[in-house]
């Protein structure tokens, strides 16, 4: 022990060998204290020590110079001598199909998987990109007859290792274990929830059966038809296989669980199926499949659109009906409502036109917003042919060169203003057919103001208008008024 304190200020290379023997001596294992002081001594402790740890660093060295020795630690291979619950042979080859070892469980082909889909939500419906996502945990189980399984393991039983006769295991086991490459028909985006790290997990079964579990979101695309917007009902197949085995090398089935419960509010009513038998069978250029999955259905919601869309344009037509009983003479406020309820209904139907989706033809809701402004611009229209038959084309009292000299006199050469000008009436005497006309004219003003001083209602009529022509022009809008709404009904 002396020897170990000592300090040589001459040689401190020396002093340093001190040290170290004199530091591992605190940590020398209980095995060698447990033989007594005087069997060994600390030099010979430090040298046992410092062998030991020669050995072990030697050894991870060669591990590590040796990529198989380091798989055969770290890929769940069987070992000799060594507790288990379940490995993998030595012989394990990752790139072969589990169904060429089919004699080892005696099964014949074709081979099945077992897909297990928790679908927590339909999360988004896009009618622009006809396509569907969906919030789920996604599970594949196979059986791989190559396990090794140690049946009188207690991790089988114990809960904190899994439910009865399973086995938790990492997401990263699956580095060196066969699993299955699969396909979802008509996949869009596949992605993986994360939280701290991804949401996986292994389970190994005591059958020999493995189940790998994720979250997932994924988006697929669906074939919609929009030709009933907003009164369609569209079906959605989400559909799952093998991405190069046909049917006749491997099959599927399928089961799911689905909690309405847990649904967000959508613009849709959701009812989830199981797949029916035509969409279990996919015949593609390469082969036939065999895939699983489920069938979504959903029903657009229609309240918004009635109180949105329907109401207002079916008020807006009735409101344009209302312009039959107004008086036609009445043309600022007339042609102003009628012109008022196009704009708006044109304006209806470009916004109705950004959010609907494309479709093959017109679909339901444009129809009936075609029809809408086709009444109304009906409704103008045979108010336009009133007005027509209204106008009068009235002969002036005077012409226009008489005009402007009735307001500027001409003077004589002498300077003296002329006599102003006579009526064109006064000439206009000699003429029998112009003084026929005037006096009807005149008779016509007399009739109306007896009417007006007797106190009659009298409809006054259209100057220049005959009396054929204006019961015409009532009896337009009282036609127009019964045939626009059965029009609009049928």
Same mark, same amino acid.
């Given at each position: 022990m002396k020897l170990c304190l000592t300090f040589d200020a001459a040689k401190p290379s020396k002093t340093l060998i001190y040290l170290l023997c004199f530091l591992p001596m605190q940590t020398i294992p209980n095995r060698m204290h447990n033989q007594g002081p005087s069997t060994i001594s600390p030099v010979d402790a430090d040298a046992n020590l410092v062998r030991d740890r020669f050995q072990r660093s030697s050894t991870m060295s060669s591990v590590e110079s040796d990529p198989l020795?380091?798989?055969?630690?770290?890929?769940?291979?069987c070992k000799p001598n060594a507790s288990?619950?379940?490995c993998l042979p030595q012989d394990y080859n990752?790139?072969?199909?589990?169904?060429? =070892?089919?004699? %080892?469980?005696?099964?014949?082909?074709?081979?099945?998987?077992?897909?297990?889909? &928790?679908?927590e939500e339909?999360?988004?419906?896009?009618?622009?990109?006809? $396509?569907?996502?969906?919030?789920?945990?996604?599970?594949?189980?196979? %059986?791989?007859?190559? %396990?090794?399984?140690?049946?009188?393991?207690?991790?089988?039983?114990?809960?904190? $290792?899994?439910? %009865?006769?399973? &086995?938790?295991?990492?997401?990263?086991?699956?580095?060196y274990i066969w699993y299955p490459e699969l396909e979802i028909y008509g996949l869009d985006t596949f992605g993986r929830q994360r939280v701290l790290k991804e949401m996986s997990g292994v389970r190994i079964i005591k059958n020999?059966?493995?189940? =790998?579990?994720?979250?997932?979101?994924?988006?697929?695309?669906?074939?919609?038809?929009?030709?009933? =917007?907003?009164?369609?009902?569209?079906?959605?197949?989400?559909?799952?296989?093998?991405y190069y085995d046909t049917h006749e090398t491997v099959t599927c089935n399928s089961h799911f669980i689905y909690d309405l419960d847990r649904q967000r509010s959508l613009q849709h009513f959701i009812q989830i199926e199981g797949l029916p038998a035509k969409y279990k069978v996919l015949k593609l250029p390469?082969? $036939?499949?065999?895939?699983?999955?489920?069938?979504?259905?959903?029903?657009?919601?229609?309240?918004?659109?009635?109180?949105?869309? =329907?109401?207002?344009?079916?008020?807006?037509?009735?409101?344009?009906?209302?312009?039959?009983?107004?008086?036609?003479?009445?043309?600022p406020g007339r042609m102003?409502?009628?012109?008022?309820?196009?704009?708006?209904?044109?304006?209806?139907?470009?916004?109705?036109?950004?959010?609907?989706?494309?479709?093959?033809?017109?679909?339901?809701?444009d129809l009936y917003l075609v029809v809408c402004i086709f009444l109304v611009f009906g409704a103008l229209m045979e108010y336009a042919v009133i007005l027509f038959m209204l106008k009068k084309r009235r002969k002036p009292f005077r012409t226009i060169d008489q005009g402007l000299k009735h307001l500027f006199p001409s003077k004589t050469s002498n300077g003296e203003a002329s006599q102003p000008l006579r009526s064109p009436s006064h000439r206009e005497n000699n003429n029998p057919q112009v003084n026929e006309e005037d006096a009807v004219y005149k008779a016509k003003l007399d009739l109306l103001d007896v009417g007006h001083t007797d106190g009659t209602e009298e409809k006054m009529p259209e100057v220049g208008l005959s009396f054929r022509k204006q019961a015409l022009v009532e009896n337009i809008d009282a036609w127009a008024m019964w045939i626009s709404p059965p029009i609009f009904v049928f």
């Open positions: 020795q380091m798989m055969s630690l770290d890929t769940n291979r288990f619950i379940w990752q790139e072969k199909h589990p169904f060429t =070892y089919f004699h %080892l469980v005696n099964k014949s082909l074709p081979w099945d998987y077992a897909f297990r889909f &928790v679908i339909i999360s988004n419906i896009n009618d622009k990109s006809q $396509t569907m996502s969906i919030s789920m945990y996604f599970a594949v189980s196979w %059986l791989e007859p190559r %396990l090794k399984i140690n049946e009188s393991a207690t991790e089988w039983t114990e809960d904190r $290792t899994g439910p %009865l006769n399973q &086995v938790n295991e990492s997401p990263e086991s699956l580095k020999k059966t493995i189940t =790998y579990e994720l979250g997932v979101r994924i988006t697929i695309s669906c074939r919609m038809n929009f030709d009933n =917007y907003p009164l369609d009902a569209q079906t959605c197949q989400f559909q799952v296989g093998s390469s082969g $036939t499949y065999a895939a699983c999955g489920i069938q979504v259905r959903f029903q657009r919601k229609q309240m918004q659109f009635i109180v949105q869309v =329907y109401l207002p344009s079916f008020m807006f037509v009735i409101v344009s009906w209302v312009s039959f009983l107004i008086n036609p003479h009445v043309v102003g409502l009628l012109v008022t309820l196009f704009l708006v209904l044109i304006n209806i139907f470009n916004s109705v036109r950004e959010q609907a989706p494309i479709s093959s033809r017109l679909n339901a809701i």
